[in-house]
């Protein structure tokens, strides 16, 4: 069998790593008062987040500390955050009957101009939520050695001007040590009139982007796996998805992955695009068919953000969407596992095949020790996340892969185990025991 310490340098590209190192641990930072909260999320040497209350639950601040120590610079984008929803709806034409008060945002609060409808935009997060007074709620609802997890409620917003309570939006961040961030979306359709969406409605990655001045610009670039960079001037992005987008930095040294899982490409069937560099920022993800949400609609998707940056033992740094094509796929395609009680069931596991999408991890029951074939199929089986129902109160000992023992975080909540092995499983099979 190949030796776990001899693969994990070349795999990651670390040099020297000869025995087992000690895993990060997270660790939370809670500040402020209602309404105005900001939960920080730290993992030593590698990531700090700041999650605030005020932009309705974005993550306002994300810094790489593997080669920012100081945290000077702030990857994510300006108002909006890291990570974000939405922005315009659709035109479409306004049926006979209906007037200027109940037929679309654009004629509620412009007035009936006789001409189409349109849905306005709709945004989440974003600062303007603080000066609408609709910051929602905030709260850790999980936290351990091995993971954070982080609730938002709050509802889209039409840029400082609307406050749409029939949008409620919530989202459920999960924060791993090797810079993982697996997040669940629900979006619910409130009330009695339609929201009509462009091509827009969907996850994106939003970085600062700076066209006026070079030396502030961190040059971020926007890359596919198939269709490879997209241009500053190039917003018209592939009419179908890709299995993932890359913003990549070499002035920054960091990269950002955006994924979703493979099921969600029906509803997330196009990437988007919007260069905002004049104004300070650029974005890129998936976007939508152009989703029309009736009244009671109910949706909940997931999706997953991945650190990519050199200086760091657990953490990849592919350059471009293709090199990262193995990394998107341990999210996408989850290995198989055999010789452990898989739970199909769980919260948050979308197709019921084992592994949590909306929290990251594979999804196994017993009280230990456990013992299972992983086999990892095209990803990188790097850095494989564990919830194991059923567990007594004692975090494990040790945790081995082929035999030989390997770093990993993990913390017990209520009888069940959080654990995330740290680095890449060698092979394309790999025997996990912990006990």
Known sequence: MESWRAFLPVVLGTVGVTGAWAAPELDVVETGQAPDRSVAIIAPDLFRAVIRQASGGGIAEFYNLAVDPGAKT??????RGLFEIGWHGATFKRAADADGKT??????????????????????????????KAQGELAVIEKSPARVRVQARSWFTWWSKYVDEDLPVTAVYTFYPDGQIAIQVRVRRTGT?????????????????????????LGFVWSFPERGAVGLEDEQVPARSEALVLAASVKARTALMLTIPSEEGALFARH????????????????????????????TWACLIR???????????????????????????????????????????????????????????????????????????LAPAFKVLGWPGI??????????????????????????VQGALPGEKARIGIR
């Not at 702030?74 to 108002?79: H, I, Q, S």
Request: charged share 25%.
């Open 103 to 132: 037929c679309c945002i654009k004629h509620k609060l412009e007035g009936d101009d006789g001409k189409d409808c349109y849905d306005g935009c709709r945004d989440w997060p974003s600062m303007g939520h603080q000066a609408l």
């Open 74 to 79: 702030n990857l994510a984008g300006p108002d």
């Open 272 to 299: 988007m695009r919007h260069d905002g560099r004049s104004i300070g920022w650029d974005r890129c993800g998936y976007g939508s068919g152009n989703v029309v949400m009736q009244p009671g609609y109910d949706s």
């Open 307 to 381: 650190l990519c940056t050199p200086g760091s033992k657990i953490a990849p740094y592919p350059k471009t969407a293709k090199d990262a094509l193995t990394y998107g796929e341990d999210y996408r395609r989850p290995a198989r596992i055999a010789g452990a009680m898989l739970v199909t069931r769980d919260p948050g596991d979308l197709n019921g095949d084992g592994f949590n999408e909306s929290e990251g991890c594979h999804v196994l029951e017993g009280p230990g020790p456990l013992a299972f074939m992983f086999e990892k199929g095209n990803g990188a089986g």
């Open 193 to 217: 009139v339609p929201m009509h969406w462009s091509g827009e409605y969907g996850p994106h990655l939003m970085v600062p982007g700076d066209s006026k001045d070079a030396q502030a610009d």
């Open 395 to 420: 975090t494990p000992r040790s945790v081995t892969v082929n035999g030989e023992e390997v770093p990993f975080a993990a913390g017990v909540i209520q009888g069940t185990l959080i654990l995330q």
